[in-house]
C-alpha cells in the first residue's frame, strides 16, 4: 500500500497540472470514505467545508444512507449543501428535494414477502422500507437495530411492512441488513436483479432500487443542474455501490481501503479513510495546506 507522504507529493503534481482549472463540487461516500473508523466526520473537514463555500464550491455527501442521517452529521454546515441519499434514490438541497425515484408498492410488497420467505430459511435478516423522510422496520431486536440506527436517524416501527397503508410516504428504496453476509441476501434477491437495481452497499447491507437508480446517475442529473463538468467534480467511495459515482469524474479518488473493483474503476488513490484520505486529499487540492 503506497504511503500516506507518497500519495501527498503525487497529488501536489496533481494540483499543479490542471493549470488553474477550477473544481466546483466535491462528492464523498461516507462510510469507509469521510467517516473515520470511529464513524465520525474528521474534524478538520469543517473549516474545508467553509473554505468552499467562500469558494463557491458545493460539498455534496453521497451515500445509502437516510437523508436525515446525513442532516444530522452535517447540521452545522447544512446550508447550501447537496444531499446524495439512499444509495441516489433521493436528491436534497437547502431542505428541498431535488429528484427522488419511489418504487412501485407492488415492488415493495414482493421484496417484503421475500426477505419473510429468506428469514424463514434461516437468514437472520431484516428489511428498512426507505421513504423519503422516514424509515420504516417490522423487525425491532436490539441486534437488529444497533445496525440500523447509525443510518436511519428517523425510524418508525410498523406491525406489517407489507401494509403500505401504514407507510405515508413513497418508498424509495428497501434496504435489507443480512446480519451476517449481504451476499447471501443479495442471491436471494436475484430475481429482482433483472429488472431493479440490487446492489451490495456494505458487508450487512443490500439495497433494491428502481433501474438505473444509483449515485452515479444522480451525480450525473446534479452536475447537469448545477452546470458542472466532470472535469469540475471530485469524487470520493471505498465500495461497490461507489463504482457509477466515480465514473462521473474526471478527479476520482478509491480510498486506500477500497474494495478491490473500485480501486481498479478509479483514476487516482486516497489515502484510507483511518488516515483522513479525503481532508488529505481536499487539503492539498485547494491548496489549503
Known sequence: MPRVEDMLTDLTALRDSRDGRPIRLVVADMDGTLLDSDGVVPDRLWPLLDLMRERG???CPASGRQYATLLRLF???????????ENGALVVRDDVEVSSDPLEPRVVRDLVTTTRRLAADGVDLGAVLCGTRTAWIERHDEVFLEQVRPYYARIERVHDL???AAVEQDVVKVAVCDLDRAERTAEGLVAFGSTHQVVVSGPNWVDVMNPGTNKG???????ESLGVSADETIVFGDYLNDLEMLDAATLSFA??????DVLERARHRAPSNRDHGVVHVLETL???R
Not at 480510498?255 to 478491490?260: C, Q, R, Y
Request: net charge neutral.
Open 286 to 288: 485547494l491548496g489549503a
Open 75 to 85: 447540521a452545522s454546515h447544512s446550508e447550501g449543501m447537496v444531499f446524495i441519499a
Open 162 to 164: 407489507a401494509d403500505l
Open 217 to 223: 446517475a444522480a451525480l450525473r442529473r446534479l452536475q
Open 57 to 59: 464550491i458545493a460539498f
Open 255 to 260: 480510498m486506500s481501503n477500497a474494495h478491490g
